[in-house]
């Protein structure tokens, strides 16, 4: 329970920091962002972003959210082959653009922020930027393609999510570069001094499994780095395909406790790491599962049914592949545990439909959604038969792989593969509180 609970606490940070205060809008859609980043500054973090989005043509500014200490040199929009220098206000954490008469910006069109941002004279062992930070311009809810090239000191190590194109070295200087194959939600930065870890890797089917393990710390071991290739395989085999080279983990001591969740990147705390040298891996097949659903296909924070989606629904696929390794009686006892402690939880004032989970911050939420959620699922599993529900599955990742999902998209694929009773039942469970068997009856 608790590495599932600091997961859901470092997801809460980062959609807190990412999506507040700024009102939702789909009049702006970033389809892909061009980041270049600079470390070579003591004391600061130089940025050129170009964004290319699609906007509402008859809007005469528009926001993004961007952290408050930006330093921002201009803002500018490329016209007929010209960048364009527009005027901007600030205000906390919102940049305003106003957007000229003579500019129709109705079709993708390039936007170039030029900015820098303060940090600690130096970098130390670990750089950690991500969405949360708003350290680039952002929409909420929004998913992009991404190419990112940050120049680092000699001696970093620099990650982010996707896959590594390209790494050249002029001087005492490297500068990497990433490349997302699908829109993502997150884009992080991820500084280390490689000289601090011991990095195992393996070949999973043309994927590759690799774990950066801090030296210090003695939790380097191989069997972790083939559990990740064998729990990689079986996804691939029954949901669909990583769309990246490699899904690369890497330990962390500054969140000891918590897990990071980005697409082709995870950042696990030392006391996680532990646990899965102690073969408890229960909290890995999620991080894994999450590449899929969570990280792979998005959840949409300003509609019902996020955490469904972000973690009861991964939460299920991990307990596939439990079903699948373990076997059945260690499946129905991950099932049920956690469903037992939401009904211990149930009467309370706090409890809520399964749909409606606003935030899991209470007990009787973070187990509606570990518990109740994924036993929602596993009935919905029975009604539909083994072979329709894995075809659903397949064929809704195929179809949502890199987009934002709403509730609605996803009852209406599933009326694809079962028929009306079972996403009646559905429906009624999910919108529903306590037990689901007498919520089936009611």
Known sequence: MRNYYLIILALIFVLKMSCAPQKYTRDIDVTEYNIEVHFENPGKVDFMVDVISKINPKLDHIEFLLTPGAEIDSVSVEHNGIWKKLSYSTIKDTIRISIPPEISIGTEHPMRFVYSTPVRDTIGDFLYLDRGFRYYPLIIDDVAKVKIAATVPAGYK????GDLVDIKTKKSLVTYKYATKIPVFKIPIVLIRPDNYSLLTKQCNGKGAEFYFLKQKNNSNLDIVEEICKTL????SNIGEFHHNNLTFIEIDQYPRSSFIGTGLVLS??????NYKKEKYQGLYLLIAAQWFGAGVFGDFQSKGFWFFTLSLPHYLRL???SESYGEQEFKRELQTPYDKYLNYSDSDH???T???DMPNK???IYNIKGRGPMILNQLRIEMGDENWHEFVQSLYKKMQGKVMIYEMFKEHLAKFADEKIVGEFDRMVNSRGDINQSQNE
Do not use: L, R
């Open 351 to 353: 409890d809520m439909p």
């Open 233 to 236: 395989q079986y996804y691939e």
């Open 363 to 365: 007990p009787v939420k």
């Open 269 to 274: 705390g030392t006391q996680v790491v532990a």
């Open 158 to 161: 620099m990650f982010s999510g």
């Open 355 to 357: 749909m409606e989970i």
């Open 320 to 322: 596939m592949y439990t």
